[in-house]
């Protein structure tokens, strides 16, 4: 019988974040004991783990399903869909926003080779890979990158530990336009690894401005065995568009091959397997049996 796994906890999901964990610091909710004795390095372990952090960050609430409006800053649990593990922020509540320029340099990063984790670009360049054309499109794209670097996140799972950045050093040359930014290296590595990194990233910038569309696509991404969602849940996240056809994007993303099957049970959720372009991050039993075979999506 299938273990179903919350997601969040009670708190709403979306512009409500987690505990008042603005006045609090950070918590330790990860790490176990070791009795007996030290348990042996495995380098695969420490693979596996790493091979978490798309996970961790996409399929959570790390980014809002939506385009925030004004700053907000301080420590906040995040709520991730891996059941074993655990992410604190510390810094700016990133959105959809920071990670559309995010993933704009990780794609320009790819084309050029992305032998190292670092990036040089133009920012005029990056900023309309990100969709911030314009004469302001250069200063908002650099104010988010001071975001990207400023976010400090803390994870684990039942083993490792690890304070991570999306961004270790951003240097802009102001007078040229230049940029050298250099990755936290958990999660660009994992992205750099996949194979369908760049189709993801196309298909998700092919969203526009749909935010919801862009977190759930990220959440689908990595996907690798059956997820229970629950869409009147789903249509919650959508602030400012109640109405949302939530399956109708379901299925945009099956004929994209993100999603293999798709089916509502007589209670209204949704079941869905994912495609031949899921499976990134191993949301789902990807790890060595060390989490659940159906997750409990937004319940």
């Not at 987690?18 to 790490?31: I, N, V």
């Not at 400023?150 to 799972?157: F, I, V």
């Not at 990755?183 to 092919?206: C, K, Q, V």
């Not at 997820?227 to 400012?240: E, T, V």
Request: with cysteine; glycine share 12%.
């Amino acid at each position: 019988m299938a273990v179903e796994v919350s997601m969040f906890h009670s708190s709403s999901f979306g512009l409500e974040y987690g505990d008042d964990a603005a006045s609090t610091p950070l918590a330790r909710p990860f790490g176990t004991s070791v009795t007996g004795g030290l348990a042996a390095w495995n380098p695969a372990d420490e693979r596996s783990f790493g091979d978490l952090m798309p996970a961790l960050f996409l399929a959570s609430d790390l980014f809002a399903a939506t385009y925030l409006r004004g700053a907000r800053a301080g420590c906040r649990r995040v709520n991730p869909l891996v059941p074993s593990a655990a992410v604190a922020c510390e810094g700016p509540w990133l959105d959809q926003g920071d990670l559309d320029v995010y993933l704009a340099c990780v794609s320009l990063a790819l084309r050029q080779g992305a032998r190292t984790s670092r990036l040089r670009c133009h920012v005029e360049e990056a900023a309309r890979l990100a969709g911030m054309g314009g004469r302001t499109g250069a200063v908002r794209f650099a104010n988010r990158l001071k975001r990207l670097h400023e976010a400090r996140m803390e994870c684990g799972d039942d083993r490792f530990t690890a304070q991570v950045q999306l961004l270790s050093s951003v240097v802009h040359d102001v007078a040229a336009g230049g940029l050298r930014i250099d990755f936290g290296h958990e999660f660009f590595d994992a992205l750099r690894l996949s194979s369908g990194t760049a189709r993801f990233i196309a298909d998700r910038a092919a969203l526009g401005r749909d935010a919801l569309g862009k977190w759930l696509l990220g959440v689908v991404w990595t996907l690798r065995d059956t997820c229970l969602i629950d869409l009147q849940r789903l249509r919650a996240l959508a602030a400012n568009d109640k109405g949302r056809d939530i399956q109708q994007l379901l299925q945009e993303f099956a004929r994209r091959g993100y999603i293999r099957d798709m089916v509502t049970r007589s209670d209204g959720l949704v079941i869905i397997r994912p495609g031949r372009l899921a499976g990134m991050g191993g949301v789902c039993g990807g790890s060595e049996g060390r989490t659940s075979p159906v997750c409990h999506l937004l319940t």
